[in-house]
């Protein structure tokens, strides 16, 4: 397998590396990315990758502290040993680490901002999806409104995205669960919306925009920005 990607690097230093991750590529490897190349793989062929590390977490997951889904962009962590690895897990695990997400959801959103609290779990009916379940875990996103837009004759808002809580795919699932689904979303867009949204922006719009967390060798919070991607600049 040829490895041709390379990392858009927003910082490095010893211990580790911010990353700007583009739309479409897969974070971590698993039997359903057999063959493709993941960030998994790129993150090896770096220098200063610690690949003696004995602690089989860090190796597992390449020293990636946090994922995101393979259609949305924007700013990731990857440690470089298995100390910085740690610390950050544990920030992430104790809710210190704060991310920002910027979006563009389907429909206009009346309310300027919106706390959504509801508990998410894999969907009982389809297990490749997960759903707003009474059974879930505790699950909570805070939306900001920025701005209404008109698209080709369809509402859309552009919204800040601040989940408090880390479930998979929550933005996805708690915006769709009010009628707001993110654009372009292949999973819990309804077909009709997916059709349009696929010949307009062409990716998932939902970009990690900021972290901000505490660097594990100085002690001191440090901020990361991923600059928005083409499609968002083009309607904000």
Known sequence: M???????????????????????????????????????????????????EVDEEFRSRSGIAHRLDKDTS??????????????????????????EYTALVRGTIEEGNLEIDAPIKRNPKDPFKFAVVNTGRDCVTYVEKLKPLEIENSAYTLVKVLPKTGRTHQIRVHMAAINHCVAGDKIYSTKAYLAEDEVRFGRLMLHAHKIVFVHPNTGKSVEFEAPLPVEFQQIS
Do not use: C, H, W
């Open 74 to 99: 924007g700013v990731l962590l990857i440690a470089k040993n298995f100390e910085t690895f740690s610390n950050i897990l544990t920030q992430f695990k104790e809710r210190k680490v704060k991310k």
């Open 2 to 52: 040829e490895i041709n990607e390379q990392l858009d690097k927003l910082f490095e230093d010893d211990f580790l590396i911010v990353i700007n991750k583009p739309a479409g590529l897969i974070v971590n490897r698993s039997n359903t990315s057999m063959g493709v190349v993941t960030l998994q793989d790129v993150v090896e062929e770096e220098p200063g990758y610690d690949t003696d």
